[in-house]
């Protein structure tokens, strides 16, 4: 028994945060940027990659009936 969730779903604050933080420590560490884009700050190409949907990372989330959710679009 398990839970029907349609996708693509909503981000929490929390989930946005940590993905974009993520992406940018990514590429501060010589990463390569996914996106064209003139910008040299890593927060702001991450929030710009975020923005366009083009980062690859998986999202789980945990509900009241133990049920993992995942977010297989990006891949």
């Known amino acids: 028994m398990g839970i029907k ?4 779903f909503e ?4 989930e946005k945060a940590r ?3 993520a992406r940018a420590l990514q590429i ?7 996106i064209e884009t003139d910008k040299t700050e890593p ?15 998986t ?3 945990r509900r009241n009936e133990f049920v993992w959710l995942e977010r ?4």
């Open 72 to 75: 297989y679009d990006l891949f």
């Open 5 to 8: 969730v349609k996708f693509p």
């Open 43 to 57: 927060l702001e190409i991450a929030l710009e990659e975020f923005n366009r949907g083009v980062i690859p990372i």
């Open 19 to 21: 993905i974009i933080g």
């Open 11 to 14: 981000y929490t604050r929390f």
């Open 28 to 34: 501060a560490m010589g990463a390569p940027v996914l």
């Open 59 to 61: 999202v789980r989330r």
